[in-house]
């Protein structure tokens, strides 16, 4: 029988996740978390194959549930379904340890090849990832800046792209503000920039926000 768990604060998309893999795998049982400290409580409880993972939760992010995962199951394959283009999380979260990596607007059958890959003891690398990995993204100009940030940097990035003020984002994250404007300060100086201004600027030229 085969064990999948898929962690994603959406019930509809893990209804829709769970269609697709009930209709493709004859015996399976699929388990759902909703959050990232539940998911993590769910893999001790029912021991998975492998885990469906999104970066979005509203506890702990994916990215940090991904550390957990490696930490107490290093073996444990796990396929990360995001939002995100690849071209925005996709090197990040193959060198943090996960087995692949899929955007949730790829076709349904990716999804099944990428897990059937998964099982098997393979990781699932599309032909457009495995170049920016093989070229190491590190020593692009383009991705220098954003490349260099730490997990939670590039949490924070993101969030202050996006318009928030350090306070909404220590709310968000759980974290002080004076936690949050140290994080704002170590951006500002690996990615050589002044202000608020050029990261949102930085982050519309490469699509990074809306």
């Known amino acids: 029988m085969r064990n999948i768990l898929l962690i994603d604060d959406h019930a509809v998309v893990r209804k829709g996740l769970k269609s697709i893999l009930e209709e493709e795998f004859i015996?399976?049982?699929?388990?759902?978390?909703?959050?990232?400290?539940?998911g993590i409580n769910q893999i001790q409880?029912?021991?998975p194959e492998a885990v469906v993972l999104d970066i979005?939760?509203?506890?702990?992010n994916g990215l940090e549930v991904l550390k957990r995962i490696r930490m107490d199951w290093p073996k444990?394959?796990?396929?990360?379904?995001s939002v995100y283009g690849e071209d925005q999380y996709g090197v990040r979260v193959m060198r943090s340890g996960a087995s692949g990596y899929l955007a949730k607007s790829s076709a349904p059958e990716l999804l099944v090849t990428a897990l059937k890959k998964l099982i098997g003891g393979q990781k699932?690398?599309?032909p457009e990832l495995a170049e920016r990995l093989a070229f190491n993204p590190l020593k692009?100009?383009?991705?220098?800046?954003?490349?260099c940030l730490s997990d939670r940097e590039y949490q924070v990035f993101r969030k202050l792209a996006a318009g928030k003020t350090v306070t909404e984002i220590s709310r968000e994250l759980h974290l002080s503000v004076k936690t949050i404007s140290t994080h704002r300060h170590h951006?500002?100086?690996k990615m050589d920039m002044h202000t608020n201004a050029d990261m949102v600027s930085y982050a519309q030229v490469r699509g990074m926000v809306d």
């Not at 699929?30 to 400290?37: D, P, S």
């Not at 444990?76 to 379904?81: A, D, F, S, T, Y």
């Open 187 to 189: 951006i500002l100086n």
């Open 56 to 60: 979005s939760l509203p506890d702990i």
């Open 140 to 147: 692009s100009p383009d991705d220098l800046s954003v490349e």
């Open 45 to 47: 409880a029912c021991q």
């Open 76 to 81: 444990l394959p796990v396929l990360i379904l």
């Open 124 to 126: 699932y690398i599309s």
């Open 27 to 38: 015996d399976i049982t699929v388990n759902e978390a909703g959050t990232g400290l539940d």
